[in-house]
């Protein structure tokens, strides 16, 4: 197995909201930690983020591990280009992220969002941050609102639990990707919002016909667009940049789908094609690649594509956050949860 680490790189997400009022946040804000509590911050970081406050902090600086790249070494996207998805040439097998707000719709390839993890945009007046972390295949869009400010997000080049964690250029405040949670700076402890989203594919967004537009190559970067910089990482054994506790009975690297606080066996969904729990519908039909498969995107082996929708008293479905990420990071962030196979 060749795998090619050039750093964190974005999941391709779609997500379908009629409305912006659909939002998910935790109910909760993480509790600030003492100073003291926060830890010493290495020389390096410190002297690389003058303006971020690390004694105000969610977590301790020990938990933090550089993932190679420093500050905006894999760099956001700002003001992408979008053409017709009748003018794209990606295969139908390719995984996107369509986003859709106020009768507007876009869709982010994967295969642009592996080299870059974030993109800064906005759809039908909805600031928002499409977001993916290769080395746990988590796709995640956010309301860049938070507070009184309009954020702007880029990557910090550190891990946490093997983790992506972000940053945004107002107040250099650093967020776990994971759960939107401020982990240091002024905005430590606040809790970016989640929006519904859904993972699919090219051939998806074609079926649908319409009006989608879908975000073109970007200009000046040099990357292999289309190729996937982490070939056979999720068939490998053991999590890149990882040093906490493994699961027990499941493969570090196999597929979950995390939804409500809880999180089921991608495989048991993809045997079964629907799975109903309580008020939840969990769905699955083939058709997208995996983007941490082959070396090219579109040839990956098929994951398919599952979505997560809250039924209602009518039988009414909506779509809800959720992503689809690995039994380790589950695990990781859930140490006291089980995976629901």
Same mark, same amino acid.
């Given at each position: 197995m060749r795998i090619l680490l050039t750093g964190l790189v974005l999941s391709f997400f779609t997500v379908f909201v009629s409305s912006p009022l659909i939002l998910a946040q935790a109910s909760t804000k993480p509790q600030l930690l003492s100073p003291e509590a926060c830890g010493r911050v290495p020389i390096s970081i410190a002297r690389a983020w003058p303006l971020t406050?690390?004694? +105000?902090?969610? &977590?301790?600086?020990?938990?933090?591990?550089?993932?190679?790249?420093?500050? @905006?070494?894999?760099?956001?996207? #700002?003001?992408?280009?979008?053409q017709p998805i009748s003018s794209s040439a990606l295969a139908d097998t390719e995984?996107?992220?369509? &986003?859709?707000?106020?009768? #507007?719709?876009?869709?982010?390839?994967?295969?642009?969002l592996i080299w870059h993890e974030i993109v800064n945009d906005e759809v039908g007046g909805v600031p928002i941050a499409v977001t993916y972390c290769p080395l746990c295949n988590a796709s995640i869009v956010f309301d860049r609102r938070l507070k009184d400010k309009i954020l702007e997000f880029g990557t910090t080049g550190n891990?946490?639990?093997? =983790?992506?964690?972000?940053?945004?250029?107002?107040? #250099?405040s650093w967020f776990q990707q994971y759960d939107g949670t401020g982990l240091f700076g002024? %905005?430590?402890g606040e809790v970016l919002t989640a929006l519904p989203a859904r993972l699919e594919s090219v051939g998806d967004v074609r079926m649908r016909g319409g009006n989608n537009l879908i975000m073109a190559t970007p200009k000046?970067? %040099?990357?292999?667009?289309?190729?996937?910089?982490?070939?056979? =990482? @999720?068939?490998?054994?053991?999590?890149?940049?990882?040093?906490?506790?493994?699961?027990?009975? !499941?493969?570090?690297?196999?597929? &979950? &789908?995390?939804?409500?606080?809880?999180?089921?066996?991608?495989?048991?969904? +993809?045997?079964?094609?629907?799975?109903?729990?309580?008020d939840l519908l969990l769905e699955w039909e083939p058709g997208r690649a995996s983007a941490l498969d082959s070396r090219k995107i579109a040839d990956g082996r098929d994951l398919g594509v599952v979505t997560v929708s809250q039924i209602d008293a009518t039988g009414?479905? #909506?779509?809800?956050?959720?992503?689809?990420?690995?039994?380790?990071?589950?695990?990781?962030?859930?140490?006291?949860?089980? !995976?629901?196979?």
């Open positions: 406050d690390f004694n +105000q902090c969610t &977590v301790p600086i020990t938990e933090i591990r550089s993932g190679g790249p420093g500050k @905006d070494g894999i760099r956001s996207i #700002e003001m992408p280009e979008f995984p996107v992220i369509t &986003v859709s707000f106020g009768g #507007e719709s876009r869709t982010y390839p994967l295969q642009i891990l946490r639990r093997s =983790y992506l964690v972000m940053y945004d250029r107002q107040t #250099e002024a %905005l430590a000046g970067f %040099l990357r292999p667009y289309g190729a996937n910089p982490y070939v056979g =990482y @999720d068939t490998s054994n053991f999590p890149f940049l990882f040093d906490g506790q493994l699961p027990k009975g !499941i493969k570090p690297l196999e597929y &979950v &789908v995390i939804a409500d606080d809880r999180a089921w066996a991608l495989n048991s969904l +993809q045997t079964e094609k629907q799975i109903k729990a309580g009414s479905k #909506e779509l809800i956050p959720y992503k689809i990420s690995f039994a380790f990071v589950w695990h990781a962030f859930n140490p006291d949860a089980a !995976i629901i196979r």
